[in-house]
């Protein structure tokens, strides 16, 4: 029981959390607004991506919804025009 070893702590916390720590390399949209000078730090790049999707997602919305009866297809509906196509 003497000769018992263990191996150093902190390598086994590295292995364990090393994929939950930060990263110092930013992310490839935030670079690419930095170096075209649209922003200038990251915290106003990640600003102006948040904008992105909510604009994305209000029009994703406008358009399902605008899109009229698409969901309110019956089946005798989908059975007509394929007999038509035939």
Not at 42 to 64: D, K, M
Not at 69 to 81: D, F, K, P
């Amino acid at each position: 029981m003497e000769n018992v070893e263990f191996e150093n702590e902190l390598s086994n916390k590295r292995v364990l959390y090393g994929k939950f720590e930060s990263s110092s390399t930013r992310p490839g949209l935030v670079s690419f607004l930095m170096k075209k000078n649209i922003v200038k730090t990251e915290g106003q790049a990640n600003i102006i991506l948040l904008g992105v999707v909510i604009v994305c997602a209000v029009l994703a919305y406008i358009f399902i919804k605008s899109s009229g009866q698409v969901g309110n297809i019956t089946a005798e509906q989908v059975i007509e025009s394929a007999k038509r196509i035939q």
